[in-house]
């Protein structure tokens, strides 16, 4: 049972290169996060999907885009990587009605230079 | 602003010693509290998770405590082993019209030392 799987596990970049990180899960979950974790600071949400088709911003998406390819699938998308968006990504998974039992990714770390 | 707060940032702690770590939060309205292990390049992983009506839950040797009056939690960690070592995490939920929310605290670094 794989859970929450990120892809890829590191990633350098140049400023203004674009990527996209991707999250699948195989949990049939409906809801999808992605979160960015700094030192010192709590994980904060970027994106969310609550479901297959929605997309909302959480409390850090500028800089940022999010597709919700199908249920499985939540990618992160960075269009002109800033240094500033270095940091380790997450993305989580839950069933709608059940955010606190989300299920965690093992993390992107992305390095911007 | 809702917040959670943890202390300390971080410990070290000798194995087979016992440590608490502290959370303080603001959250409202609270709908649940929730610890989490992250082990160094991994993701969280839960070790428990509370509702408002709840005062402790226990999961091996971690017991987390929750004083919903005060807004404060506590995880202590019994007869500590090498592998405690990592942040742990605690996670506050309040609900919004779009769905429940996550509120994270900084968490605290623990390091467990033979």
């Known amino acids: 049972n794989a859970g929450v799987t990120q892809t890829p596990k590191f990633q350098v970049l140049k400023t203004g290169q674009s990527m996209t990180l991707q999250c699948a899960q195989d949990m049939n979950h409906n809801s999808m996060y992605w979160y960015r974790q700094d030192p010192g600071m709590g994980l904060r949400l970027i994106y969310y999907?609550?479901?297959?088709?929605?997309?909302d911003k959480g409390e850090v998406p500028n800089g940022y885009n999010v597709s919700r390819l199908n249920k499985r699938e939540f990618s992160l998308r960075l269009e002109s990587a800033a240094p500033s968006q270095t940091s380790v990504y997450f993305c989580?998974?839950?069933?709608?009605?059940?955010?606190?039992?989300?299920?965690f990714g093992q993390g992107t770390r992305l390095t911007v230079v | 602003k809702n917040q959670v707060e943890q202390s300390p940032q971080s410990l070290i702690i000798l194995e087979g010693k016992n440590c608490t770590l502290q959370c303080n939060y603001t959250v409202s309205p609270f709908s649940n509290l929730r610890w989490y292990k992250q082990d160094t390049g991994r993701g969280p992983v839960s070790l428990t998770i509370?509702?408002?009506?709840?005062n402790t839950k226990s999961n091996g040797r971690y017991t987390a405590t929750l004083d919903a009056d005060t807004k404060q939690s506590s995880l202590h960690i019994t007869a500590s082993q090498l592998s405690d070592s990592a942040s742990y995490i605690c996670v506050v939920s309040f609900s919004k019209a779009a769905g429940n929310k996550l509120t994270f605290g900084g968490g605290t670094r623990v390091l467990v030392k033979p």
């Open positions: 989580a998974s839950a069933l709608r009605t059940q955010v606190e039992k989300a299920f």
């Open positions: 999907s609550a479901s297959e088709g929605t997309t």
């Open positions: 509370m509702t408002f009506s709840e």
